[in-house]
């Protein structure tokens, strides 16, 4: 059971969009519609931010999107602001009952 | 509203055993859902170690199956994680959550520090 691969880093400007990719294997991201992204800002607890690769839970802004295509997944946030600056994990159902997270990635605004 | 919290001691000496206990509020942990822990070594990733269903046998991450144990305590709506033989590896920030099965993990305690060393 290997991590899920995500970029170390990206950034972008207020109002701009970024994607944030998270590759997995057939094993995981692409057997399965159970993708989840959480945001953790330093020294927080993560939260939930997307679900079952595209649903976005009751409170999450419509600024942030979710998609998948074959073993990978993507989380996209539009019109960017201060503070979407945080770090951005993914997770997957990996089968035989585990979960696997994606490394993280630091999203840094200009 | 739903609320979790780790509680546990702070510093482990190496091979000994880590145990920390997650109290829930808010939501009776017989009543459904999926209960984990997860952890992140400082500057790190998460890293999931493993869950159980409100019945059930519990799950665990291969990579550390062999020394955790993941029980719950039904009388004090709370569970626990237990993992032995630690090492300096272990140190990390322990987080305690709420799993709606496999889907996601909607609810999250605040995360408490555990450092191994003598």
Known sequence: QSALTQPASVSGSPGQSITISCTGTSGDVGSYNLVSWYQQHPDKAPKLMIYEDTKRPSGVSNRFSGSKSDNTASLTISGLQAEDEADYYCCSYAGSSTWVFGGGTKLTVL | ????????????????????????????????????????????????????????????????????????????????????????????????????????????????????SS
């Open chain 2, 1 to 116: 509203q739903v609320q979790l919290q780790e509680s546990g001691p702070g510093l482990v000496k190496p091979l000994e055993t880590l145990s920390l206990t997650c109290a829930v509020s808010g939501y009776s942990i017989t009543s459904g859902y999926n209960w984990g822990w997860i952890r992140q070594a400082p500057g790190k990733g998460l890293e999931w170690i493993g869950s159980k269903f409100h019945s059930g046998s519990p799950y665990y991450n291969p990579s550390l199956k062999s020394r955790v144990t993941i029980s719950l305590d039904t009388s004090k709506n709370q569970f626990s994680l237990r993992l032995s033989s630690v090492t300096a590896a272990d140190t990390a920030i322990y987080y305690c959550a709420r799993a709606h099965s496999w889907y996601y993990l909607d609810r999250w305690g605040q995360g408490t520090l555990v450092t191994v």
